[in-house]
């Protein structure tokens, strides 16, 4: 499998993040405490919303090294990629004859469920929970992403996709579509791509558009 592009590396941005983040915590108590700077440092926990993002960027590696097991000819990976004029990352993208997936990874405990309000007499509203919290959020992230790199290229199918690592899932069943975004853990989400590989797509050219529009972050 030959490629002139740079596939990236999963949770590179993540990382990075977190690393700065957790020098900017240290740094502020050394300040505060002085000497006892070091003590300091040792005895406090780590901030959550600083751990968060190691936490992140341990569910892409995780998503990443699935999807790195299904690269070929006729399926190529990319990971980490810059949405151009914005701060924000796609997780990985997958282009196969079929296809372009854009799938963001989630490393949460809990099980992702799919609530839907309204129907007869009210407007269908269909929303994502995990853990019996409202999540939806992360499914308009995602619808969001489709947009964009439906933008890049135009005629192309693409498909967004939630990918949760390490959430509480069923024996049996448990994936759903919500607001047409599939809700999948990573095992399931390789046999669907495995499965949409039919179609006419070209993809080392689909994936060279993409490579070049969405670079790595």
């Keep these: 499998m030959d490629q002139d592009w740079d596939q990236g590396k999963p949770g590179a941005s ?3 993040r977190y690393e ?3 020098a900017r915590d240290e740094a ?3 300040e505060k405490w002085g000497r006892f700077g070091g003590i300091a440092v040792a005895l406090s926990e780590e901030r959550q919303s600083t751990r968060a993002w190691s936490t992140g960027a341990a569910g892409e ?4 090294t699935v999807l790195d097991g299904l690269a070929s000819d006729g399926i190529r990976v990319l990971h980490d990629r810059r949405i151009p004029g ?3 990352n796609i997780d990985h993208l997958v282009v196969t004859s079929d296809a372009v997936w854009v799938i963001d990874a989630k490393k949460y405990q809990g099980r992702p469920s799919l609530v839907v309000e309204g129907g007869l007499f009210r407007p269908r509203v269909e929303k994502l929970t995990v853990r019996g919290r409202d999540k939806t959020a992360l499914v308009e992230g995602v619808v969001g992403q489709v947009e964009r790199v439906s933008r890049a290229v135009p005629g192309v199918p693409v498909r967004g996709v939630l990918c949760f690592v390490d959430a509480d899932w069923p024996l049996f069943g448990g994936s759903f ?3 047409g975004v599939d809700v999948v853990w990573p095992g399931e989400l390789a046999n669907r791509i495995r499965l949409r590989t039919g179609g006419a797509i070209e993809v080392a050219n689909v994936a060279a558009r993409i490579a070049d529009h969405f670079r790595p972050a």
């Design 61 to 64: 590696v995780r998503v990443g």
């Design 14 to 16: 993540a990382q990075r």
């Design 28 to 30: 502020r108590l050394r």
């Design 86 to 88: 914005t701060r924000a």
């Design 20 to 22: 700065r983040l957790r």
């Design 177 to 179: 579509i919500v607001r």
